[in-house]
């Protein structure tokens, strides 16, 4: 007997199967096990933009195969925009995190927020949707990263660093003239490592490692 | 501040703004350990867990970290090496040895790394210069 599986589709991370080429915004609902289905928001995400799908929409897997699907209790999509791009989403605020993975954007990449006068959001952020307008979301390249010195986050400009800016971020009160920093570096651009001597400059990136040890100048 | 005889292992991912004493912190996602001075003078002494820098093993009795922590810039100029948790105070150290000890970081940060023969009469030499002199 062949395999009358035709169509697969993830919903919320989960793959769920189905023979039917076209299926309802409810019969998604109820075969993610989504009851009852009325209660739930389902949100469909394409390339780079994402809506909201009615109980009786129809979805053609055969226009969109490997659709993924993310559900939310509640009966409110939120509008908003991400690069100029519609978007809809099932619950009054979406992570930064959410926004990267979903809109595909690089994670070098910054993202601001367009209403509140370029306001960076945060990595590990979030974005308020339930307010008055609509949200407009945008990313740029960053102008700041965030390293690891010694162990601790700092926030710099993105740009060269030299030997004594990074040994500073380390030791504010550093003394150039009696001792000396020895400075190690990981994960730089295209995962550069190595050593950071007096003279030297070097590219940092986001989530670049940094360790500083202090010794006596000989 | 006292000095300490001990220090207590705690792993993060983020270490600390302030340090307490008597406290190894360990982030191994930052290749990095801190801990202040052993002897309570305050300072902060950082090991980068990195080929060049430190080695930092972790045992039951707690975290044992190689070469000494030689802290000769220091006031204090305290010297100890830790080992299973427990610090074993090694004497101050003469300039000489001091020196030769840099000169062999700067052979393995940037000089061609030792190989065969050559390498193990490094380790032998750092060795003698460490505890003998």
């Given at each position: 007997?062949?395999d009358?599986t035709?169509?697969?589709?993830k919903l919320d991370g989960?793959v769920?199967?189905?023979?039917?080429?076209i299926i309802?915004g409810?019969?998604?609902r109820?075969?993610?096990g989504?009851?009852p289905?009325?209660d739930y928001?389902?949100i469909?995400?394409?390339?780079?933009?994402s809506r909201?799908i009615g109980l009786?929409?129809?979805?053609?897997f055969?226009?969109?195969p490997?659709?993924?699907?993310?559900s939310?209790?509640g009966d409110r999509a939120?509008s908003f925009?991400?690069?100029?791009r519609?978007?809809?989403?099932g619950s009054?605020?979406?992570s930064?995190?959410?926004?990267?993975r979903?809109a595909?954007i690089?994670e070098?990449l910054?993202?601001?927020?367009?209403s509140?006068?370029?306001?960076?959001i945060p990595?590990?952020?979030?974005?308020?949707?339930g307010?008055?307008g609509?949200?407009?979301?945008?990313s740029?390249?960053?102008?700041?990263?965030?390293?690891?010195?010694?162990g601790?986050?700092r926030t710099v400009?993105?740009?060269?660093?030299?030997?004594r800016e990074?040994a500073l971020l380390?030791?504010p009160?550093?003394n150039?003239?009696?001792?000396?920093?020895?400075?190690?570096?990981?994960?730089?651009?295209?995962?550069a490592?190595?050593?950071?001597?007096?003279g030297?400059?070097i590219?940092?990136?986001?989530?670049m490692v940094?360790?500083?040890?202090?010794?006596?100048?000989s | 501040?006292?000095?300490?005889?001990c220090?207590t292992t705690?792993f993060?991912?983020?270490?600390?703004e302030?340090?307490?004493?008597?406290?190894?912190y360990?982030s191994r996602?930052c290749?990095v350990?801190l801990?202040?001075?052993?002897?309570?003078c305050g300072?902060e002494?950082s090991t980068?867990l990195?080929?060049t820098e430190?080695?930092?093993v972790m045992?039951?009795?707690g975290a044992s970290?190689?070469?000494?922590?030689?802290n000769?810039?220091?006031p204090?100029?305290?010297?100890?090496?830790?080992?299973?948790?427990?610090i074993h105070?090694?004497?101050?150290?003469?300039?000489?040895q001091?020196?030769a000890?840099?000169a062999?970081?700067?052979?393995?940060k940037?000089g061609?790394?030792?190989k065969?023969?050559?390498?193990i009469l490094?380790?032998?030499?750092?060795?003698w210069?460490k505890f003998?002199?």
């Open positions: 007997m062949p009358v035709n169509f697969t589709f989960r769920v199967a189905t023979n039917d080429a309802s409810r019969e998604v109820a075969l993610g989504l009851d289905a009325s928001i389902l469909q995400i394409a390339d780079r933009t909201s009786e929409e129809a979805i053609d055969r226009e969109m490997h659709s993924e699907f993310l939310f209790q939120f925009t991400v690069n100029e519609g978007w809809e989403w009054a605020t979406i930064a995190a959410d926004i990267y979903y595909s690089d070098d910054e993202l601001i927020l367009d509140a006068g370029d306001t960076v990595a590990d952020g979030a974005v308020t949707l307010g008055q609509v949200e407009r979301i945008r740029r390249e960053a102008k700041t990263v965030v390293i690891k010195v010694n601790r986050s400009p993105r740009r060269k660093h030299s030997y990074i380390a030791y009160d550093a150039f003239e009696k001792f000396k920093y020895t400075i190690t570096y990981l994960k730089g651009v295209h995962g490592e190595g050593d950071l001597v007096e030297e400059n590219e940092v990136k986001n989530g940094f360790n500083v040890r202090r010794s006596d100048k | 501040m006292a000095r300490v005889d220090l705690v993060v991912e983020d270490i600390p302030q340090l307490d004493d008597g406290v190894l360990v996602q290749h350990a801990h202040n001075c052993a002897c309570g300072e002494v980068p990195v080929p430190y080695d930092l045992e039951d009795e970290i190689w070469p000494s922590i030689g000769h810039d220091f204090c100029g305290s010297h100890y090496i830790v080992k299973r948790g427990r105070w090694a004497g101050k150290m003469s300039r000489e001091i020196e000890g840099r062999y970081d700067r052979l393995l940037r061609a790394q030792p065969g023969l050559r390498a490094a380790w032998i030499k750092r060795l210069i003998i002199g």
